[in-house]
């Protein structure tokens, strides 16, 4: 990874206060052990909660490592919009992820209380 698209997602990522900018789960750049003891997780459930940049308009299409183009998102929302057919718009996608987390049919269902109440808030 580049270090701008770093910089941009560090940047993000701390805009957001380490959420998830789909799920809102917290979300980890660095110490993935320190991560996953803290919020009673496994290390392998710890690496979907990995901080990830997201192109809001991808770079297919033209966008670009902006400041306005870049959010931050857990690894498991990031590959899950990306291995869609066809990629949903951000709008779209974040409707679809907060629907699927209300009917406990995310991510979310399959971790502990402590990470859940965390992304509700």
């Given at each position: 990874?580049?270090?701008?698209?770093?910089?941009?997602?560090?940047?993000?990522?701390c805009?957001?206060?380490?959420?998830?900018?789909?799920?809102?789960?917290?979300?980890?750049?660095?110490?993935?052990?320190?991560f996953?003891?803290?919020?009673?997780?496994?290390?392998?459930?710890?690496?979907?909660?990995?901080?990830?940049?997201?192109?809001?308009?991808?770079r297919?299409?033209?966008g670009?490592?902006?400041?306005?183009?870049?959010?931050?998102a857990?690894?498991?929302?990031?590959?899950?919009?990306?291995?869609?057919?066809?990629?949903?718009?951000?709008?779209?996608?974040k409707?679809?992820?907060?629907?699927r987390?209300?009917?406990?049919?995310?991510?979310?269902?399959?971790?502990?209380?402590t990470?859940?109440t965390?992304?509700?808030?």
């Amino acid at each position: 990874m580049c270090k701008s698209l770093a910089r941009a997602r560090a940047k993000a990522a701390c805009r957001q206060g380490f959420r998830c900018y789909y799920c809102g789960v917290p979300m980890w750049s660095a110490h993935l052990a320190a991560f996953a003891a803290t919020y009673g997780v496994t290390q392998r459930q710890a690496l979907q909660l990995k901080c990830t940049a997201e192109h809001l308009t991808p770079r297919s299409v033209g966008g670009s490592a902006s400041r306005s183009n870049i959010v931050a998102a857990c690894a498991y929302c990031n590959h899950k919009r990306h291995a869609r057919p066809h990629a949903l718009n951000p709008a779209a996608y974040k409707l679809f992820v907060q629907h699927r987390i209300r009917r406990g049919r995310w991510l979310l269902a399959s971790l502990p209380s402590t990470l859940r109440t965390c992304a509700l808030a």
